[in-house]
Structures are given as C-alpha cells and as structure tokens.
C-alpha cells in the first residue's frame, strides 16, 4: 500500500535521499556528472527539515509512503513506512504566473507509471485550492525527460527562461493550470468499475 500524508520533521532525511537518488537518475546527461556526484543527501535532509516547519506562503511538503509489500526490501521505515516520493510548494513566487507553485515533485524510479506522481500533484493541488490559489503552476527543466508528465496532465505551456545551475545554461519552462479545479480533475482517482 502506499499512502500520501503531510511530511513530518521524521521525514527530512528520508526526503533528503530521494531527493539526491532522484537527480541521480533523471539528470545524467543534463547537468555535469561531478555536480550530481557530490549531492548530499544530509545537506539536502537539513534543508527539508527547515521546510516542513516553515508554513510561510502557504507552503507544504507531501509525501508519498510505501507500506508492507510496496516498500523497498528491506528499508521499511520505523514509523512502518519507506518514503518515496514527495511533492512540495505553497504560493507562487511569480504570482503572474500563476496564484501557487509546486515547487518540487520527486519520485524513485521503481514507483513511476503506478500513479503515485499524480497522487502526490493531486495532494499539492488540494492544499493550494484550500488556501485561497485560483491556478497553479510549475518550472521544470527543458531537458528533464519525465517533463511529458505536465503536459498529460493538461499543463499549458506559459512561459520559458534560461537559467544558469551547475555551472551551465539550461532553459526551464512554465506549465499551468488556470484554474486550478482543471489540475484537480486531471488528477483525480479513477472510477472504480
């Protein structure tokens, strides 16, 4: 079983380590070998632990926890759960964008394409409308292979810009959902038949 909650203080390092395995696995190839291969997954822990307290903007964190048979051998938590994914966000630091961001969505590898991505959208898209965001939207990178997943959901393309991370220019783009009930429904659980 895997069920989506709100992080917890507990959760930081757990977060940390899909965080840094993430990047690992979907940016070869689009940022320098040498930057992923010195991520701290405890750097990156410390900074999740600041964030799941920081309610500012609105901001949250979710995360995806597989139990029981879904969790990886051998990892289950000691809270009887592995963490592996999470979603994070809160309002829009460009509100011309959009009235909410999501800010981050990372998943391990072994659990895409079973809809967790998309709980874990819906989980962020149900806060946001709860605290007052009429859109939402989201940067991601050009070149980041699962950017499709957006678009399937009904994001629109809105804006692009080119950045410098890692040393190197990248171009990031925008996708939105105006209004916000188009994300909600575009995540919403399949009918049971």
Same mark, same amino acid.
């Given at each position: 079983?895997?069920?989506?909650?709100?992080?917890?203080?507990?959760?930081?390092?757990?977060?940390?380590?899909?965080?840094?395995?993430?990047?690992? @696995?979907? /940016?070869?190839?689009?940022?320098?070998?040498? /930057?992923?291969?010195?991520?701290? @997954?405890?750097?990156?822990?410390?900074? /999740?632990?600041?964030?799941?307290?920081?309610?500012?903007?609105?901001?949250?964190?979710?995360?995806?926890?597989?139990?029981?048979?879904?969790?990886?051998?051998?990892?289950?938590?000691?809270?009887?759960? @592995?963490?592996?994914?999470?979603?994070?966000?809160?309002?829009?630091?460009?509100?011309?964008?959009?009235?909410?961001?999501?800010?981050?969505?990372?998943?391990?590898?072994? /659990?895409?394409?079973?809809?967790?991505?998309?709980?874990?959208?819906?989980?962020?898209?149900?806060?946001?409308?709860?605290?007052?965001?009429?859109?939402?939207? !989201?940067?991601? !990178?050009?070149?980041?292979?699962?950017?499709?997943?957006?678009?399937? =959901?009904?994001?629109?393309?809105?804006?692009?810009?080119?950045?410098?991370?890692?040393?190197?220019? !990248?171009?990031? !783009?925008?996708?939105?959902?105006?209004?916000?009930?188009? =994300? =909600?429904?575009? @995540?919403?659980?399949?009918?049971?038949?």
């Amino acid at each position: 079983m895997i069920c989506i909650r709100r992080a917890r203080p507990s959760d930081a390092a757990a977060i940390g380590t899909v965080h840094v395995a993430t990047w690992r @696995t979907v /940016y070869p190839g689009v940022l320098p070998d040498g /930057y992923l291969a010195s991520m701290s @997954t405890l750097r990156h822990a410390a900074g /999740y632990e600041a964030a799941i307290g920081d309610r500012r903007h609105g901001h949250a964190i979710f995360v995806a926890v597989a139990m029981g048979a879904d969790a990886p051998a051998g990892q289950e938590g000691a809270e009887g759960g @592995t963490v592996i994914g999470f979603v994070s966000g809160g309002r829009s630091r460009r509100p011309q964008l959009g009235d909410g961001e999501i800010e981050t969505l990372y998943l391990l590898d072994d /659990y895409r394409d079973r809809g967790v991505g998309r709980r874990l959208v819906r989980a962020m898209a149900a806060h946001l409308a709860a605290i007052g965001c009429r859109s939402a939207m !989201l940067w991601v !990178l050009k070149d980041n292979p699962t950017r499709w997943f957006y678009g399937r =959901l009904g994001g629109r393309l809105i804006a692009r810009e080119a950045i410098r991370f890692a040393g190197q220019g !990248l171009e990031q !783009l925008a996708f939105a959902w105006d209004p916000i009930e188009a =994300l =909600l429904l575009a @995540t919403a659980p399949a009918p049971e038949v």
